[in-house]
């Protein structure tokens, strides 16, 4: 079984400061997980990947995730956070075991980023 | 390149009825999946096909049923709708190419069904 946990319903951070969305996941086989965001009445838009290699992955819009595996964590984050950054984001976890694009999401982070 | 299109965005139905759902993947996608958002449950994976097969199915009823055509594009339908199949019906499409698959999905904006 896959499973994604995201902690924090809402994470609010000033325009300029660094933020961290954080996930953490699990799975039987090797994770692959993402990152996605969703505005208002949108689709989700993919932001960035870990499936194998560095454990920083730089993704679009300046955001970056830090994969660990000893802590089975995938953190997003971004140096500087911009008001148009607010929005609800989604950590996403694959079981490499399993065939196939079944994506097992967390609850979503709510994002509000203040001038 | 165009993204991925669902149709109808807006769909009011009464209970009982049934729905049916149109994805269109981006061109060369082969793989779509689809997934249901709700407040109370968040995003769950409906079902995914690729190549005209169903390849993984989610914890739904079987009032809940898809398939896709030759040309990659996706239907889902929902017969006998209940209120709490009031949600927003994302379509999601991927490429898979043999040993070098690129994982990510891309979503379309959705469908919002309300259940009346």
């Known amino acids: 079984a896959q499973s994604v946990a995201q902690p924090e319903d809402q994470v609010n951070v000033a325009e300029g400061n660094p933020l961290t969305v954080k996930c953490t996941y699990s799975v039987s086989g090797n994770p692959y997980l993402f990152w996605y965001v969703q505005y208002p009445n949108r689709g989700l838009q993919f932001l960035l990947k870990y499936i194998t290699g560095d454990n920083l992955v730089k993704g679009s819009y300046g955001f970056e995730a830090e994969f660990n595996k000893s802590q089975t964590s995938f953190h997003l984050k971004k140096p500087s956070a911009l008001v148009s950054d607010s929005a609800l984001y989604f950590c996403a976890v694959r079981d490499s075991r399993n065939a196939g694009n079944m994506l097992t999401f967390g609850g979503g982070t709510r994002l509000m980023v203040k001038p | 390149k165009a993204g991925v299109t669902q149709t109808p965005r807006y769909l009011i139905k009464t209970r009982g009825q049934q729905v049916t759902l149109s994805c269109s993947p981006i061109s060369g996608h082969r793989s779509v999946s689809w997934y249901q958002q709700t407040p109370g449950q968040g995003l769950q994976f409906l079902f995914e096909?690729?190549?005209?097969?169903?390849?993984n199915k989610g914890n739904f009823p079987g009032r809940f049923s898809g398939r896709q055509f030759s040309n990659s594009r996706s239907e889902m339908n929902v017969s006998t709708l209940e209120l709490g199949d009031s949600a927003l019906y994302l379509c999601?499409?991927?490429?898979?190419?043999?040993?070098?698959?690129?994982?990510?999905?891309?979503f379309g904006p959705g469908t919002r069904l309300t259940v009346t």
């Open positions: 999601a499409s991927s490429f898979l190419a043999g040993d070098f698959p690129n994982y990510e999905q891309y």
């Open positions: 096909y690729f190549s005209e097969t169903q390849r």
